[in-house]
C-alpha cells in the first residue's frame, strides 16, 4: 500500500505518494520531484554528492528516509538561488572550482549551511563543515578559497 507524504522542498508544499516509506529522500527528490541537483555518489553517506539542507541542517539525502523529513523545510541547490545569484555560486564561477562538478552541489549546500551561521569562518572551520565531502577532481584549495570569496561577499552585502 502507498504512503503519501507532504514535504515541503524549497518552499513548496508537495504531495509525493510512495510505495515504500523507507525510500531515501535523495530518490524522492529526483524520481518524484525532478529535482537533479542531488547526486548519487556512494549510497552511504561517505562522499556528500547528495547533500541538502533539512531545517537549515546538511543532511545527506541517501540515507535519509523522506518519511523522516516530512513536515520540515528541505532546500536542495535548486532552492538556493533558481537563478544562480547566491555568492556561493558566484564565487564557484569565479575561483573556476568545479571540473566534472559531480561533486559541487552538495559541497555547495554544505559551504551554504556554514555561511549561514558564521559568516567569516576560518580555515579550520572550512575544514570542518567541508570534512567527507569527496571531489575526484582534487578542487579542494579552489572550493576553500570559493567560501572565503563568497564569505567576503556576503559580509560586503554583495
Not at 46 to 66: F, I, Y
Not at 93 to 108: D, H, K, L, N
Not at 118 to 138: F, L, Q, V, W, Y
Request: proline fraction near 4%; include cysteine; hydrophobic fraction near 40%.
Amino acid at each position: 500500500m502507498a504512503t503519501t507524504l507532504e514535504l515541503n522542498v524549497n518552499g513548496r508544499s508537495q504531495k509525493v505518494s510512495l510505495e515504500d516509506p523507507e525510500t531515501p529522500l535523495l530518490w524522492v527528490l529526483r524520481d518524484n520531484l525532478g529535482l537533479m541537483g542531488a547526486k548519487y555518489g556512494c549510497g552511504i553517506a561517505l562522499c556528500g554528492a547528495c547533500v541538502v539542507h533539512v531545517d537549515g541542517e546538511p543532511v545527506r539525502s541517501c540515507n535519509t528516509q523522506a518519511a523522516r523529513v516530512a513536515g520540515r523545510k528541505i532546500t536542495t541547490i535548486e532552492g538556493l538561488s533558481r537563478t544562480g545569484a547566491h555568492p556561493l555560486q558566484k564565487a564557484w564561477i569565479a575561483e573556476e572550482v568545479p571540473q566534472c562538478g559531480y561533486c559541487q552541489s552538495g559541497q555547495i549546500m554544505s559551504a551554504a549551511a556554514l555561511l549561514a551561521k558564521n559568516a567569516n569562518p576560518s580555515e579550520s572551520e572550512i575544514e570542518k563543515a567541508m570534512d567527507g565531502h569527496i571531489c575526484t577532481c582534487g578542487t579542494y584549495n579552489r572550493i576553500r578559497k570559493a567560501i572565503q570569496t563568497a564569505a567576503a561577499m556576503m559580509r560586503k552585502g554583495a
